[in-house]
């Protein structure tokens, strides 16, 4: 066998013993602590601004009001926010909703991106009922610029 022959045994085999040692499939979930980012997790119960063009150093386009959830005479949860532009000229957002269990698992998908038209110093609302009756009992909202 000559040289060539030689390396091509050896290259294949090395392909063959890496591909061995590749993990493979879902891995498990890893939590990162990060001293820099203490609020990381999900907070619930309230409302996210996802992103940063609505939200500035100087006080940001949009404040959130108010924020909270009430039950309905059916038994589903209603998540409301009131946002208030803060800017001089009209705003279009997206803002959906999720809901969770007392165990904050997910009971619901997220909805769909709703649009919330904000004229300028204006205030409006953002609402939305869940499906389930009896197991919701925490939500997130969340909001960006419209798309």
């Not at 999900?42 to 386009?61: A, E, F, T």
């Not at 000229?89 to 809901?99: H, K, W």
């Not at 997910?106 to 649009?115: I, K």
């Amino acid at each position: 066998m000559g040289s060539l022959g030689r390396f091509a045994v050896v290259a294949v085999s090395a392909l063959a013993f890496s591909a061995c040692a590749v993990d493979e499939g879902a891995s498990p979930g890893i939590r990162v602590d990060d001293s820099r980012a203490p609020n990381a997790t999900v907070q619930y119960d309230r409302v996210v601004i996802l992103d940063d063009s609505l939200q500035n150093r100087r006080g940001g386009k949009i404040a959130i009001e108010s924020q909270g959830a009430r039950r309905s005479p059916t038994g589903t949860v209603e998540g409301f926010a009131v946002i208030r532009n803060r800017t001089d000229f009209p705003l279009q957002i997206e803002a959906r909703i999720q809901f969770f269990d007392a165990d904050k698992v997910p009971v619901e998908g997220p909805t769909a991106w709703q649009r919330v038209y904000l004229e300028a110093n204006s205030v409006n609302s953002y609402r939305e009922a869940s499906t389930r009756v009896h197991d919701v009992a925490h939500f997130l909202i969340e909001i960006r610029e419209g798309r």
